[in-house]
């Protein structure tokens, strides 16, 4: 592993920390749903909204598969394997020009897997190498892992650097309006890690928002632009609200999956740093997840003039009564988790840091079960 101290990036060059670091990413992605699914079940998540969010998260795991296959050969192909990018201080997720290149290789994947040999094809020279030439097909194991990048890339269900919104029906209202969940997903490109949208609009349109070939389209560009991690809730919300009169937006959430913290990848600072080194765990278990959720809510609805003999309505967003701090986080109320294994989590209950008692923690025992504690 490349470590410059003056950068906030490193690369990956070495095998075994690659392969390391991408196990402990199957560990943690396989463990999300579940997580996901306790807090549905607490925070009465619809049954559309936990779809939503589980493709999200089969997404995540998709892209870090993907990634692992690319890098497979990282430091036995010479330049061939080439190496992935991490950063190492703010995320410990891949750096955000990694999911574009990712794009920007599946825009071309058909065309390499009609240039490449067969998986079965690729197979056959390998054993003859190996067993005819008593050598280390190398070449030949990077382009079977080049193939088996560029499959997934084509299949697809992976998280993208942009996942652009979609607007799935959740029923008619009165005067005729109806309920729509508008959901979306960036990999926030400011602190490398993949953020994911939620919002209840109900539509006062004449047309199903979906089916509007003017309103549909600029709501989209619309959510997308305003899809960073440094604007409030409060402020996309209300620019959305502002800017399609017939839009009404009566939920929010923004969800933000990480950072991943680790004792041997990143370079944490604080309590979480202290933590992970009291809890010495053995390869495979030193790590933690933050999990994040911000919220927004409508609480009323006032009625605005718009020109000279009409009016239109406006939302009125509830934010956090309490010190002050809604008008700092621009959310109704914001919820944050970390999840770990055992061993991080005895070492954070015995130091009980102030900054983590009101943070929910799941934990992750050696059988893969997910229990929750506060």
Known sequence: MNVDLTRDHADLSDARLARRYFAKFERITGHLTQVAEAMQAERGYSKAERTVLARYLRGVSGTFSALANKYLLTGRAGSLGGELTMDRRESGFPVYTELLTMANDAQQAERHLRNMPDAATLKDQMIRQIVGDLQIPTKLQFAMSQRVYYEELLRGDLFWAQ????????????????????????????????????????????????????????????????????????????????????????????????????????????????????????????????????????????????????????????????????????????????????????????????????????????????????
Do not use: C
Request: charged share 30%; aromatic share 10%.
């Open 163 to 374: 996942n652009d919104p979609e607007a799935l029906w959740q029923g008619n209202l009165e005067d005729g309006r109806k309920h729509f969940l508008v959901h979306w997903a960036v990999y926030d490109s400011q602190v490398n890690l993949p953020v994911i949208y939620l919002m209840d609009v109900v539509d006062s349109g004449r047309t199903a928002l979906p089916k509007d070939q003017r309103r549909w389209p600029e709501a989209q560009r619309h959510l997308m632009a305003q899809s960073s991690g440094g604007l409030k809730l409060v402020t996309i919300a209300k620019g959305f609200d502002v800017d399609f009169d017939d839009l009404h937006p009566k939920r929010l959430r923004r969800i933000h999956i990480g950072p991943m913290y680790s004792s041997a990848f990143t370079r944490q600072s604080g309590p979480i740093r202290e933590v992970l080194e009291q809890a010495r765990s053995p390869v495979g278990e030193d790590w933690a997840l933050a999990w994040t959720v911000e919220e927004l809510e409508s609480e009323r609805v006032l009625e605005e003039k718009s020109g000279w003999f009409s009016t239109v309505e406006r939302e009125v967003f509830a934010l956090d009564p309490f010190s002050g701090r809604g008008v700092d986080t621009g959310a109704t109320r914001t919820e944050r988790a970390l999840i770990m294994p055992e061993r991080p989590y005895q070492a954070l209950d015995e130091m009980n840091p102030p900054g983590f008692r009101n943070v929910r923690k799941f934990v992750v025992n050696p059988k893969g079960r997910v229990l929750s504690y506060r």
